[in-house]
């Protein structure tokens, strides 16, 4: 059974720092590419940032490149997003899953919210 586990969301105040978790479980995580995706209130999920399998592609849409850094570690089947300069829009519940996503298959997501 696949699982997918976030975690490491929080408050914080613009310009913050957080460093979201994912560990996955039931499936050969090495050799799938991942993605992290968020969901704002009233807004679809959209993707923010992805990786090869290997860990050495990483990618990131327009608005949070130079601020969101992706990371895995195969070894763990984990995967991370450190984000920097935290600005109150990317508030939103933030998700891990292959990329492309399993269309049925999500974690709980992590909430992130920047507010001063």
């Known amino acids: 059974e696949v699982q997918l586990v976030e975690s490491g969301g929080g408050s914080v105040q613009p310009g913050g720092s957080l460093r979201l978790s994912c560990q996955t479980s039931?499936?050969?995580?090495?050799?799938?590419?991942m993605g992290w995706f968020r969901q704002a209130p009233g807004k679809e999920r959209e993707l923010v940032a992805a990786?090869?399998?290997?860990?050495?592609?990483?990618s990131y849409v327009d608005f949070v490149k130079g601020r969101f850094v992706i990371s895995r570690d195969n070894s763990k089947n984990t995967m991370s997003l450190q984000m920097n300069s935290l600005e109150p829009e990317d508030t939103a519940v933030y998700y891990c899953?292959?990329?492309?996503?399993?269309?049925?298959?999500w974690g709980q997501g992590t909430q992130v919210t920047v507010s001063s």
């Open positions: 899953n292959r990329n492309p996503p399993w269309h049925y298959i």
């Open positions: 039931g499936f050969d995580f090495s050799i799938y590419d």
């Open positions: 990786i090869n399998g290997g860990g050495a592609m990483p």
